[in-house]
């Protein structure tokens, strides 16, 4: 719709130029260079739309088609030529402080671009405000419109210093591929800017100067849009310029640096990307609130999927518009700069997780320790008291404590065996063998001593989850566990003879897995269906 | 009789003093950790020792390691042994320190005062008496399909686990209404089942078999 209005507005332009008595062909310029600004600007935008350059050099063309309206002879068009004529001008000082991507990074370039735009359209005013016989013109003073000038000119010449040393500061600290570009395009709209007299504007232009001058200034400025364009696709700007966004996220803080994902989405400018995260254990990619998300199917052409790589490892995804993006490369790339910061994203990811489980699981054993407690115990208690108060035998009394000293027992042995805590691991394993249903086979080797509390009782823990989760769903009979202390480890070995198939995402299972992995060890769970379960945890426990 | 009571709970042990005091017993010395009681037990040399399990310093099974510390320096000496959660592994290894003057009941039969002060007689007399839920608990043990366990009736079932909580035949037949002969002659077919040969004594056999129970 731009683009077509563009044509139109050029086309308009153009005809009215033609029509009345045959104009300097110069005139025709205007719209032409316009068009040149506009087709390559939109050309730039739609191919990088995160990119501010195509929509900077598209308002370019915007500004000389509004200053070429002079040329079309109505009074009030050309007061609005009048107050735009020059604003070319600080575009161009924009589109040199913003390489590559439009955006100004620094304080300083920002302060110089708005300097130039308030050249360009406040220090302009005395120029249409005091010219005699302009539309706008508020009083016939051409000493006043003398000085205006002087002023912006001088003004003008500071502001294109100060953008000359801020772009030579930047060359020098580019690298040097990257100089390759910065130096000819720097150079070639220094000489654009300044091959504009700053004295004249441009409806002035074939008033004095010659036809020729005047031309050799619009094809000047319409040369700088192809130029930008240009140095944009080489030198590594192509590749890096949106991702150098990416890496200034990286090198933010962790309060201030928003989330990895919208930094990604901002840098290929595609707002429906998402980044997901691949779980240390298994091909299942998460996203970053932890639910799992499906991969696009292979011959979806709308949504483009790229894998993250760390050192041959699939660490995540990146799933794109592949409408949007429809190079698959610049996705890869951004992926590889983001690689490392994905893979402790989603050790983060699955740490927060396993962590909050890890606090779920003991405020639902408190949780349950209390309702025993208050349930059984405490209603045990005051019915005693309450009998106590009548006339109750004492052997009728005694048998109830009795009965709540029993219960208690047991409840503090579920909170924590008492054979674990007096006699170490394979005491309370061989003890939680003695309650089951029927025998087990079970090995002991090399655990005589004890170990620390914390392996004691996560090895424990996982032993008797094993165990019951095995007399559950396969019986007891047929089970095999094997304790060994080998090399610094302690291993715990549970196998049944069941029918294999254990749910891996059950509760029971994430519990052992969070207990062990908190120990800095591992547990592999064998579970083939008809095959029966292996559960296997090793511990590290200094020797 | 002299006591020696290692008792790290203060009104544990203040009420086993009182318990035993009135039932006409010299409490010679109490001691509160483990190691306090290996040492007065040596000093004194009392005619039975009784013991928690769990005790300072290692607030573990230090209890248990002092007595059989002392029963292997002194295998006659009659020890009781008192917790709050009993295991098999512990009768097993008290008894491996000679099969005479053993206990190991739970606290709480404290309570049952008439009961407990027998208990405490009758280990001094070289009974073995374990707790009921102890013996409970081995008799409910899973066994292989081949065990002999598995051959016994009910009843001699029953038999088995009351002599096993260190009863006298006396009891055994009072506690289940069968005659005294009657109990003789079940504890002669678990005797046969278990393997166990006949012996000079009563209690080696009842010995053998309790050892069998928890094996």
Redesign the interface.
């Known amino acids: 719709m731009l683009a077509a209005g563009a044509v139109w507005a050029a086309g308009v332009e153009t005809a009215f130029i033609l029509a009345p008595p045959p104009a300097p062909w110069v005139a025709l310029l205007f719209p032409a260079i316009a068009l040149v600004y506009v087709a390559t600007g939109l050309a730039a935008w739609l191919r990088r739309p995160s990119s501010a350059l195509g929509a900077l050099i598209v308002a370019g063309g915007g500004c000389l088609l509004l200053g070429g309206l002079a040329n079309m002879g109505s009074p009030w068009l050309g007061a609005v030529s009048a107050v735009t004529a020059t604003l070319i001008l600080a575009v161009i000082v924009h589109l040199l402080l913003g390489f590559p991507t439009g955006r100004l990074h620094d304080a300083a370039s920002r302060r110089v671009v708005a300097a130039a735009y308030a050249v360009c359209l406040v220090l302009e005013t005395p120029r249409y405000l005091f010219a005699p016989g302009a539309t706008l013109s508020i009083a016939d003073r051409p000493d006043l419109a003398q000085v205006g000038l002087q002023v912006q000119r001088g003004v003008g010449a500071c502001v294109v210093a100060a953008a000359a040393w801020l772009l030579a500061r930047r060359i020098r600290a580019a690298s040097p591929a990257r100089r390759r570009v910065l130096v000819p395009l720097t150079v070639y709209g220094m000489l654009a800017l300044l091959a504009i007299p700053v004295s004249s504007a441009m409806a002035d232009l074939w008033g004095g100067a010659t036809l020729t001058q005047a031309a050799v200034q619009l094809v000047a400025i319409g040369l700088v849009p192809v130029a930008f364009v240009a140095a944009a696709s080489r030198g590594g700007f192509a590749r890096t310029a949106d991702l150098a966004e990416l890496s200034a996220w990286l090198g933010a803080d962790e309060a201030r640096r928003p989330a990895l994902d919208a930094a990604l989405a901002a840098a290929l400018g595609d707002p429906s990307l998402r980044l997901l995260f691949r779980l240390p254990d298994g091909d299942a990619l998460i996203d970053a609130r932890g639910a799992e998300v499906a991969r696009p199917a292979s011959d979806d052409r709308r949504r483009g999927i790229v894998d993250v790589e760390l050192a041959g490892e699939p660490v995540g995804a990146i799933v794109y518009d592949a409408v949007l993006l429809d190079r698959p490369d610049e996705v890869r790339e951004a992926g590889r700069v983001v690689a490392l910061a994905v893979d402790r994203e989603r050790l983060t990811a699955s740490l927060r997780a396993s962590r909050a489980r890890i606090l779920a699981a003991a405020d639902d054993e408190r949780r349950r320790i209390a309702r025993d407690l208050h349930d059984g115990l405490q209603s045990r208690l005051v019915f005693l008291a309450i009998q106590a108060g009548t006339d109750a035998e004492p052997a009728e009394l005694?048998a109830g404590?009795?009965t709540a000293?029993?219960e208690l027992?047991e409840l503090?042995?579920g909170v924590m065996p008492?054979?674990l805590?007096?006699?170490g691991l394979a005491?309370a394993v061989?003890?939680l063998a003695?309650?089951?249903?029927?025998?087990?086979t079970l090995q002991i080797q090399g655990l005589e001593s004890r170990l620390a509390p914390a392996v004691e009782a996560g090895a424990y823990f996982v032993a008797s989850e094993a165990i019951v989760n095995a007399v559950k769903h396969a019986g007891?009979s047929g089970l095999a566990v094997a304790l060994r202390r080998v090399d610094g480890h302690v291993r715990v070995e549970v196998v049944d003879a069941g029918r294999g198939g254990v749910d891996l995402d059950g509760s029971g299972i994430r519990g052992m897995t969070d207990r062990v992995a908190a120990l800095d060890g591992t547990l592999t769970i064998d579970a083939a269906a008809g095959g029966g379960t292996r559960v296997v945890a090793v511990i590290p426990c200094a020797s | 009789m002299r006591l020696v009571i290692g008792e790290d709970q203060a009104p544990m042990r203040e009420g086993l003093r009182l318990v035993l005091e009135r039932a006409g017993f010299e409490i010679a010395a109490t001691a509160a950790d483990a190691s306090e009681l290996r040492r007065r037990v040596r000093a004194i040399g009392p005619d039975l020792v009784i013991a928690d399990i769990r005790m300072p310093p290692g607030n573990a099974d230090d209890g248990l390691r002092a007595v059989l510390e002392l029963r292997a320096q002194r295998p006659e000496l009659p020890v009781l042994v008192l917790s709050q959660h009993v295991q098999r592994q512990y009768a097993v290894e008290l008894l491996e320190t000679g099969g005479r003057g053993v206990g190991y009941v739970l606290k709480q039969r404290v309570a049952d005062v008439d009961a407990f002060v027998a208990s405490v007689r009758r280990v001094h007399a070289g009974a073995t008496i374990l707790d009921p839920v102890v013996v409970a608990a081995v008799m409910d043990r899973p066994r292989p399909d081949g065990d002999a366990l598995n051959t016994l009736t009910p009843r001699q079932r029953e038999v088995l686990a009351l002599m096993a909580e260190g009863r006298s035949n006396a009891a055994i037949a009072q506690r289940l209404t069968i005659t005294e002969k009657a109990v003789v002659r079940h504890a002669s077919h678990i005797y046969d089942a278990l393997g166990i040969a006949p012996s000079a004594s009563d209690h080696r056999r009842v010995l053998a078999a309790v050892r069998y129970l928890l094996a």
Do not use: H, Y
């Open positions: 005694r404590l009795e000293i029993d027992r503090v042995d008492t054979p805590t007096e006699r005491a061989t003890d003695d309650r089951l249903p029927s025998p087990i007891a």
